[in-house]
């Protein structure tokens, strides 16, 4: 993997590790990571959509 800095406020930081606290990631890395893939799999079937007509 290629590594990326991103900066985060200090509430967004507080609501990932919420989810690593629970258990539904194991690190932020993992959940930040997720979150990028539904985006780009979201904004590509928009982006399809469109382009079809849709």
């Known amino acids: 993997m290629i590594p990326v800095q ?6 967004l ?3 990932l590790d ?3 606290d629970k258990g539904v ?4 890395s993992e ?3 997720d979150a990028t ?3 780009v799999i979201t ?3 928009t982006v399809m ?3 079809k007509g849709i």
């Open 6 to 11: 991103v900066r985060f406020t200090k509430k």
């Open 13 to 15: 930081i507080e609501l």
């Open 18 to 20: 919420e989810l690593v």
């Open 25 to 28: 990631y194991s690190n932020r």
């Open 31 to 33: 959940a930040v990571r």
């Open 37 to 39: 893939r539904k985006l």
């Open 43 to 45: 904004s590509n079937d």
């Open 49 to 51: 959509e469109k382009r």
